[in-house]
């Protein structure tokens, strides 16, 4: 199957700070990304989608001037949690869609914690 | 709007015997994608096996196989002879792809899969 990388697989950051985790597809184009949000013990969340190119499509309820996503190459989206909280610390996953596909591949996933 | 229910929260299981999740669906339309898809504990999301709407066979992958129920919006997943490494949470999910221009996954809300030696 293809293989989508996350990048970091956990980062630690003070209240306050910003953040960016990078979703790269290795070996194929993904015409879209998609975000999710996971808590312990809970389903996977969608956050956004985003086509490359455009501006991303957020799910309601979620801030779209916290959680920047920019998918600005086939290959590469990444996405921005702007002056974090501890409310942000969550486990964060990103997937691709290869074009004409309908099969979504998904990223090991980000494990971010705001101190 | 598209919702997966997945209602059993938990299960567990001996190891070697035959185990069934179950997943039912809402949609009014008649083309669409079903998953289930396994997560381990290194929370890697794994497809355990694909099933599409227009076809009426049941999918199989080795050990896993569904019981797809279209007029029931039902979709079950069977894993025989389970094995330790089955352990994980499971999700179904569903999407109607990019023929609707709608590709976002609706997921369950998972079932605890835990295999006992």
């Known amino acids: 199957g293809a293989v989508v990388s996350q990048h970091p697989s956990w980062v630690i950051c003070k209240s306050g700070t910003s953040v960016k985790i990078e979703c790269r597809s290795l070996?194929?184009?993904?015409?879209?990304m998609f975000w999710y949000r996971q808590f312990p013990k809970q389903s996977l969340m969608l956050m956004a989608t985003?086509?490359?190119?455009?501006?991303?499509?957020?799910e309601q309820g979620v801030e779209k001037d916290k959680f920047l996503i920019n998918h600005a190459s086939l290959t590469l989206s990444t996405l921005t949690v702007t002056s974090a909280h501890p409310e942000d610390s969550s486990f964060y996953i990103c997937?691709?869609?290869?074009?004409?596909?309908?099969?979504?591949?998904f990223g090991p996933g980000t494990r971010l914690t705001v101190t | 709007a598209q919702t997966v229910t997945q209602s059993q929260p938990e299960m567990s299981v001996q190891e070697a015997e035959t185990v069934t999740l179950s997943c039912t669906y809402d949609?009014?339309?008649?083309?669409?994608?079903l998953f289930w898809y396994k997560q381990p504990p290194s929370r890697q999301m794994i497809l355990v096996i694909r099933?599409?709407?227009?076809?009426?066979q049941n999918a199989t992958e080795n050990r896993f196989s569904v019981n797809f129920q279209k007029a029931a919006k039902s979709f079950s997943l069977k894993i025989s002879d389970s094995q330790l490494g089955d352990t994980a949470m499971y999700f179904c999910?569903?999407?109607?792809?990019?023929?609707?221009?709608?590709?976002?996954?609706?997921f369950g809300t998972g079932t605890r899969l835990t295999i006992i030696p």
């Open positions: 997937s691709g869609l290869a074009g004409g596909g309908y099969e979504q591949y």
């Open positions: 070996d194929f184009q993904a015409t879209t």
């Open positions: 985003s086509n490359e190119g455009s501006k991303a499509t957020y």
């Open positions: 949609t009014s339309e008649n083309n669409y994608y």
């Open positions: 099933q599409e709407a227009y076809k009426q």
């Open positions: 999910a569903f999407t109607l792809g990019r023929d609707f221009g709608n590709e976002k996954l609706t």
